[in-house]
């Protein structure tokens, strides 16, 4: 069976045509993306959706040909109903429901978060994964416990990836800036600057840090001392939590997802944590890091086969949902 899986909770609009196939691994046919920028700072929801309604039809027909498929051959439609901003998920479920409906297809609607679990975990080859989600509104320690997704550590208050690309902004970089630091750190080698490190049982902060950074900048400390510390301090906290919630949960595996784990610092700390505890580590691609509709349709197969689908008129979008609701 062919799945269509429409990603559209934030800065991304994305399709892809996952072929599902008995006993086998799932074959990504095409994972095309639009990402919507801006050099201004913010994400504008009324802009946003605007890029959304721009790109959708384009999108769609470039996954359909790189998947060498047409709609009518597609067996699922599958969308992000949560969590997101509510003007960018309108227009994907309007697009699944538009598609479900001018087609008789079967439709679901699942999470976002859960989406980057599910791929982390189909990709690995893994059945018992914990998943760091590292992305710019997201940070978060999931895992499926006891018959339900849990969170078992998350930031306290902004997202990593947000954090990251204020530090980018105070230093004078263009957005996005994870990757900029990531550049600025390889080319650092003096000591590490000490940084608020704020882990609060399973949970981090970061709000600390930024003031801390704000001084550093204003004391003359250099960039690439302060990428590499940031970085260091940063990737420190998450890998804490992540090791806490494997000795928790007993998985056997930790995956990543978002767009900062595409950060290969990041990646080796967290292999070798993941060495010395004699556990699994599996980083997908990034195209798969990324928020992308791969994992929107790997999740809606396997929720589809559990669970059903949507009645088209009850397919709507939930801005708020938490995985524990899912
Ligand atoms: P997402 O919200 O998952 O699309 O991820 C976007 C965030 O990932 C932005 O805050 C970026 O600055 C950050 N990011 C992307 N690449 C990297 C990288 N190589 N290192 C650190 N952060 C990154
Ligand atoms: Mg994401």
């Not at 416990?145 to 990593?160: C, I, K, M, N």
Request: hydrophobic share 45%.
């Amino acid at each position: 069976m062919l799945v269509l899986g429409i990603e559209s909770t934030a800065h991304t609009f994305g399709v892809a045509i996952v072929r599902m196939q008995a006993a086998e691994q799932p074959q990504v046919l095409a994972n095309v993306r639009r990402t919507y920028t801006t050099t201004s700072g913010g994400l504008i929801p009324a802009k946003l959706s605007e890029h959304h309604m721009n790109v959708f039809s384009s999108v769609l027909s470039d996954a359909l040909v790189q998947a060498g498929a047409s709609v009518p051959d597609v067996g699922l439609v599958a969308y992000s109903r949560s969590p997101g901003i509510g003007h960018a998920l309108r227009i994907g479920a309007g697009v699944a429901r538009s598609l479900a409906l001018r087609h008789s297809i079967p439709l679901v609607g699942v999470n976002h978060c859960v989406a980057h679990l599910e791929v982390g975990r189909v990709l690995s080859g893994r059945d018992d994964v914990s998943l760091l989600y590292a992305s710019g509104a997201n940070t978060q320690v999931l895992a499926r416990e006891g018959g339900a997704y849990r969170v078992f550590g998350e930031t306290l208050d902004l997202g990593v990836g947000n954090f990251l690309d204020t530090v980018a902004r105070l230093l004078g970089l263009g957005f996005p800036g994870g990757p900029q630091l990531e550049e600025l750190a390889k080319q650092y080698s003096g000591p590490l600057i000490e940084l608020p490190y704020s882990v609060k049982g399973m949970d981090v902060s970061f709000s600390g840090m930024q003031t801390a950074v704000k001084r550093l900048i204003e004391s003359g400390a250099s960039a690439q001392g302060i990428a590499f510390s940031v970085q260091e301090t940063v990737f420190a906290m998450l890998v804490e939590v992540s090791e806490r919630a494997l000795a928790h949960t007993g998985k056997e595996c930790l995956v990543l997802g978002g767009g900062v784990a595409c950060n290969a610092r990041l990646q080796e700390m967290c292999r070798l944590m993941c060495v010395d505890r004699g556990v699994e580590f599996f980083a997908p691609p990034n195209e798969f890091l990324v928020d992308n509709g791969a994992m929107i349709a790997l999740l809606g197969a396997r929720v589809f086969a559990q669970s059903g689908g949507v009645a088209v008129s009850k397919a709507g979008i939930d801005p708020y949902e938490r995985v524990e609701q899912c």
